[in-house]
């Protein structure tokens, strides 16, 4: 039992969404259009063809979208749907990926560790 998880979103959340770039060096890569608060990019979930780009980088608000498959979401949104982790692992990999502190219920996060793997 993951505690303080509204905590730990939060923190997660504070985080800007390009952060995760190294996570997903491929897409990081299929870069770039546009400037400012808003970057497009060829779909980061290769779900369909993409000659113009149709993925928005929404730096301001924090989430990103595609406007062809409509996928996307904001930081753990976006990780959960490009790893197939559920929710809750999706919270403790970013967690742990931005080194953020965890804790799982009485025990120490190492026991707690092997039920999400
Ligand atoms: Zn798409």
Not at 25 to 44: D, L, N, Q
Request: a positive charge; glycine letters at 10%; aromatic letters at 14%.
């Amino acid at each position: 039992m993951l505690v303080n998880s509204g905590q730990i979103i939060e923190a997660i959340k504070s985080h800007d969404i390009w952060e995760l770039g190294p996570l997903f060096p491929a897409v990081a890569k299929r870069r770039f259009k546009g400037k400012g608060k808003s970057i497009y990019a060829p779909c980061a979930f290769h779900l369909h063809p993409d000659v113009k780009p149709s993925f928005s980088w929404h730096l301001s608000k924090n989430f990103c979208q595609c406007y062809g498959c409509g996928m996307g979401g904001d930081l753990i949104g976006f990780y959960s749907a490009m790893t197939g982790k559920d929710f809750i692992p999706s919270v403790i990999a970013l967690a742990r990926f931005f080194h953020i502190k965890l804790q799982f219920g009485n025990r120490l996060e190492k026991e707690g560790e092997e039920e999400w793997q």
